[in-house]
Protein backbone atom coordinates (compact mmCIF):
# COMPACT_ATOMS: atom_id res chain seq x y z
CA UNK A 1 0.00 0.00 0.00
CA UNK A 2 0.89 3.31 -0.79
CA UNK A 3 1.92 5.60 2.05
CA UNK A 4 2.08 9.12 0.71
CA UNK A 5 -0.48 9.45 -2.90
CA UNK A 6 -0.26 12.36 -4.80
CA UNK A 7 -3.15 12.79 -7.48
CA UNK A 8 -2.93 13.80 -10.50
CA UNK A 9 1.22 12.48 -11.49
CA UNK A 10 1.00 15.03 -14.15
CA UNK A 11 -0.61 17.73 -14.37
CA UNK A 12 -0.66 20.07 -17.54
CA UNK A 13 -2.86 23.64 -17.67
CA UNK A 14 -2.70 26.76 -19.18
CA UNK A 15 -1.68 29.77 -17.34
CA UNK A 16 -4.64 31.90 -15.48
CA UNK A 17 -6.45 28.67 -14.83
CA UNK A 18 -7.44 27.30 -11.11
CA UNK A 19 -6.06 23.74 -10.44
CA UNK A 20 -5.87 21.13 -6.96
CA UNK A 21 -3.38 18.90 -6.09
CA UNK A 22 -4.62 16.36 -3.12
CA UNK A 23 -2.27 14.46 -1.22
CA UNK A 24 -3.36 11.16 1.21
CA UNK A 25 -1.21 9.38 3.96
CA UNK A 26 -2.17 6.15 5.63
CA UNK A 27 0.37 6.19 7.79
CA UNK A 28 -1.26 7.90 10.97
CA UNK A 29 1.11 10.38 11.01
CA UNK A 30 -0.09 13.88 12.35
CA UNK A 31 1.57 16.50 10.35
CA UNK A 32 1.62 16.86 6.18
CA UNK A 33 3.49 19.21 4.09
CA UNK A 34 3.92 20.86 0.58
CA UNK A 35 7.46 21.26 -0.89
CA UNK A 36 7.82 22.54 -4.51
CA UNK A 37 10.75 21.94 -6.25
CA UNK A 38 12.03 23.55 -9.28
CA UNK A 39 13.88 23.33 -12.46
CA UNK A 40 16.79 23.26 -10.73
CA UNK A 41 16.05 20.34 -8.17
CA UNK A 42 15.74 22.95 -5.02
CA UNK A 43 13.34 21.29 -2.45
CA UNK A 44 11.42 24.05 -0.43
CA UNK A 45 8.91 24.06 2.09
CA UNK A 46 5.45 25.78 1.75
CA UNK A 47 3.49 24.42 3.94
CA UNK A 48 3.09 22.40 6.90
CA UNK A 49 -0.24 21.47 8.85
CA UNK A 50 -1.04 19.44 11.81
CA UNK A 51 -3.98 18.21 12.85
CA UNK A 52 -5.74 20.25 10.16
CA UNK A 53 -4.00 23.47 11.64
CA UNK A 54 -1.56 25.29 9.69
CA UNK A 55 1.69 25.51 11.33
CA UNK A 56 4.35 26.74 9.08
CA UNK A 57 3.42 29.08 6.03
CA UNK A 58 6.48 29.97 4.20
CA UNK A 59 6.83 33.14 1.53
CA UNK A 60 4.36 31.98 -0.34
CA UNK A 61 1.82 33.92 -2.97
CA UNK A 62 -1.28 34.20 -1.72
CA UNK A 63 -2.39 32.54 -4.92
CA UNK A 64 -1.65 29.10 -3.28
CA UNK A 65 -3.94 27.83 -0.59
CA UNK A 66 -3.59 24.29 1.28
CA UNK A 67 -6.76 22.86 3.01
CA UNK A 68 -7.02 19.83 5.14
CA UNK A 69 -9.78 17.99 5.36
CA UNK A 70 -8.77 15.83 8.20
CA UNK A 71 -5.25 15.00 9.34
CA UNK A 72 -4.99 12.13 6.69
CA UNK A 73 -5.46 14.76 3.87
CA UNK A 74 -3.70 17.92 2.76
CA UNK A 75 -4.88 19.50 -0.70
CA UNK A 76 -3.20 22.25 -2.52
CA UNK A 77 -5.37 24.68 -4.30
CA UNK A 78 -3.79 27.34 -6.92
CA UNK A 79 -5.71 30.11 -8.37
CA UNK A 80 -4.52 32.06 -11.60
CA UNK A 81 -1.25 29.82 -12.65
CA UNK A 82 1.35 31.34 -13.83
CA UNK A 83 4.27 30.35 -15.69
CA UNK A 84 6.17 29.86 -12.82
CA UNK A 85 4.54 27.48 -10.69
CA UNK A 86 5.60 24.76 -13.32
CA UNK A 87 7.78 22.53 -10.94
CA UNK A 88 6.89 19.25 -9.44
CA UNK A 89 5.25 19.63 -5.89
CA UNK A 90 5.93 17.19 -3.26
CA UNK A 91 3.42 15.75 -0.40
CA UNK A 92 5.05 14.11 2.46
CA UNK A 93 4.16 13.54 6.20
CA UNK A 94 5.76 12.68 9.44
CA UNK A 95 4.50 12.06 13.36
CA UNK A 96 4.79 15.14 15.16
CA UNK A 97 7.50 16.25 18.15
CA UNK A 98 7.13 18.85 20.39
CA UNK A 99 10.56 18.11 21.68
CA UNK A 100 13.31 16.00 21.14
CA UNK A 101 14.71 14.84 17.55
CA UNK A 102 12.97 15.81 14.30
CA UNK A 103 10.78 13.04 12.99
CA UNK A 104 11.60 11.57 9.71
CA UNK A 105 9.32 12.98 6.51
CA UNK A 106 7.79 10.50 4.12
CA UNK A 107 7.21 12.03 0.43
CA UNK A 108 4.74 11.32 -2.24
CA UNK A 109 6.23 10.83 -5.55
CA UNK A 110 5.24 14.07 -6.61
CA UNK A 111 2.98 15.57 -9.23
CA UNK A 112 4.39 17.56 -11.83
CA UNK A 113 2.90 20.39 -13.08
CA UNK A 114 3.18 22.39 -16.12
CA UNK A 115 1.63 25.58 -17.11
CA UNK A 116 1.41 26.88 -20.68
CA UNK B 1 17.11 29.96 10.42
CA UNK B 2 19.07 26.78 9.59
CA UNK B 3 20.98 26.19 6.26
CA UNK B 4 22.49 23.48 4.94
CA UNK B 5 25.46 23.46 2.21
CA UNK B 6 26.11 20.59 0.04
CA UNK B 7 28.52 19.77 -2.57
CA UNK B 8 27.13 20.71 -6.40
CA UNK B 9 26.72 18.19 -8.68
CA UNK B 10 27.17 16.45 -11.05
CA UNK B 11 29.07 14.08 -9.72
CA UNK B 12 30.49 11.28 -12.02
CA UNK B 13 31.67 7.99 -11.24
CA UNK B 14 33.00 4.66 -12.23
CA UNK B 15 31.13 1.18 -10.40
CA UNK B 16 33.01 0.30 -7.06
CA UNK B 17 34.58 3.55 -6.93
CA UNK B 18 34.35 5.53 -3.64
CA UNK B 19 32.32 7.69 -2.90
CA UNK B 20 31.84 11.55 -0.55
CA UNK B 21 29.23 14.04 -0.94
CA UNK B 22 30.29 16.91 1.10
CA UNK B 23 27.44 18.17 3.55
CA UNK B 24 27.79 21.33 6.36
CA UNK B 25 25.09 22.91 7.88
CA UNK B 26 24.14 26.23 10.14
CA UNK B 27 21.70 25.80 13.14
CA UNK B 28 20.97 27.37 16.64
CA UNK B 29 20.81 24.47 18.74
CA UNK B 30 21.34 20.69 17.68
CA UNK B 31 19.33 19.88 14.41
CA UNK B 32 18.51 16.05 13.69
CA UNK B 33 20.42 15.11 9.82
CA UNK B 34 18.81 13.44 7.30
CA UNK B 35 20.05 12.12 3.45
CA UNK B 36 17.10 12.14 1.44
CA UNK B 37 17.83 10.25 -2.22
CA UNK B 38 15.61 10.92 -5.26
CA UNK B 39 16.02 8.27 -7.83
CA UNK B 40 14.75 9.70 -11.42
CA UNK B 41 10.99 10.27 -12.10
CA UNK B 42 10.34 9.63 -7.89
CA UNK B 43 9.70 11.18 -4.66
CA UNK B 44 12.33 11.82 -1.81
CA UNK B 45 13.43 8.47 -0.03
CA UNK B 46 14.69 8.59 3.61
CA UNK B 47 18.32 7.17 3.10
CA UNK B 48 19.69 7.52 6.70
CA UNK B 49 19.72 9.84 9.56
CA UNK B 50 21.40 10.68 12.91
CA UNK B 51 19.97 12.43 15.55
CA UNK B 52 22.65 13.89 17.80
CA UNK B 53 26.55 14.38 17.82
CA UNK B 54 28.84 11.79 16.77
CA UNK B 55 25.90 9.02 15.36
CA UNK B 56 26.65 7.77 13.02
CA UNK B 57 23.67 6.59 10.37
CA UNK B 58 24.02 3.70 7.79
CA UNK B 59 21.96 2.49 5.30
CA UNK B 60 22.25 0.38 1.98
CA UNK B 61 26.52 0.69 2.28
CA UNK B 62 26.05 5.07 2.54
CA UNK B 63 27.43 6.08 5.84
CA UNK B 64 27.30 9.94 7.51
CA UNK B 65 28.56 10.71 10.91
CA UNK B 66 27.37 13.80 12.47
CA UNK B 67 30.18 15.99 13.49
CA UNK B 68 28.93 18.83 15.90
CA UNK B 69 32.74 20.19 15.55
CA UNK B 70 32.93 20.87 11.98
CA UNK B 71 29.20 20.92 11.87
CA UNK B 72 29.21 18.52 8.98
CA UNK B 73 27.40 15.48 7.87
CA UNK B 74 29.46 13.92 4.79
CA UNK B 75 27.69 10.90 3.11
CA UNK B 76 29.95 8.32 2.15
CA UNK B 77 29.87 4.88 0.68
CA UNK B 78 32.30 2.76 0.17
CA UNK B 79 32.02 0.98 -3.72
CA UNK B 80 28.86 2.66 -5.28
CA UNK B 81 26.68 1.17 -7.67
CA UNK B 82 25.15 2.18 -11.02
CA UNK B 83 22.06 1.53 -9.71
CA UNK B 84 22.78 4.29 -6.94
CA UNK B 85 22.44 7.01 -9.79
CA UNK B 86 20.21 9.37 -8.28
CA UNK B 87 20.19 13.42 -6.60
CA UNK B 88 21.02 12.98 -2.67
CA UNK B 89 19.80 15.94 -0.51
CA UNK B 90 21.47 16.73 2.69
CA UNK B 91 18.61 18.40 5.11
CA UNK B 92 18.17 19.44 8.83
CA UNK B 93 15.36 19.53 11.16
CA UNK B 94 15.71 21.90 14.63
CA UNK B 95 14.29 19.61 17.24
CA UNK B 96 10.67 20.13 18.06
CA UNK B 97 9.89 21.65 14.65
CA UNK B 98 8.44 19.81 12.08
CA UNK B 99 11.01 22.30 9.42
CA UNK B 100 13.24 20.61 7.13
CA UNK B 101 16.08 22.61 5.38
CA UNK B 102 17.28 21.10 2.42
CA UNK B 103 20.62 21.84 0.90
CA UNK B 104 20.52 21.78 -2.83
CA UNK B 105 21.02 18.45 -4.05
CA UNK B 106 24.14 16.89 -5.65
CA UNK B 107 22.83 14.66 -8.65
CA UNK B 108 25.58 11.50 -9.37
CA UNK B 109 25.94 9.25 -12.13
CA UNK B 110 27.56 5.96 -11.69
CA UNK B 111 29.01 4.45 -15.38
CA UNK B 112 29.37 0.69 -15.63
Known amino acids: DTAVSQTPKYLVTQMGNDKSIKCEQN?????MYWYKQDSKKFLKIMFSYNNKELIINETVPNRFSPKSPDKAHLNLHINSLELGDSAVYFC???????????????FGPGTRLLVL | GNSVTQMEGPVTLSEEAFLTINCTYTATGYPSLFWYVQYPGEGLQLLLK?????DKGSNKGFEATYRKETTSFHLEKGSVQVSDSAVYFC???????????FGKGTKLTVNP
Open chain 2, 91 to 101: AASQGGSEKLV
Open chain 1, 27 to 31: LGHDT
Open chain 2, 50 to 54: ATKAD
Open chain 1, 92 to 106: ASSQRRTSGPGETQY
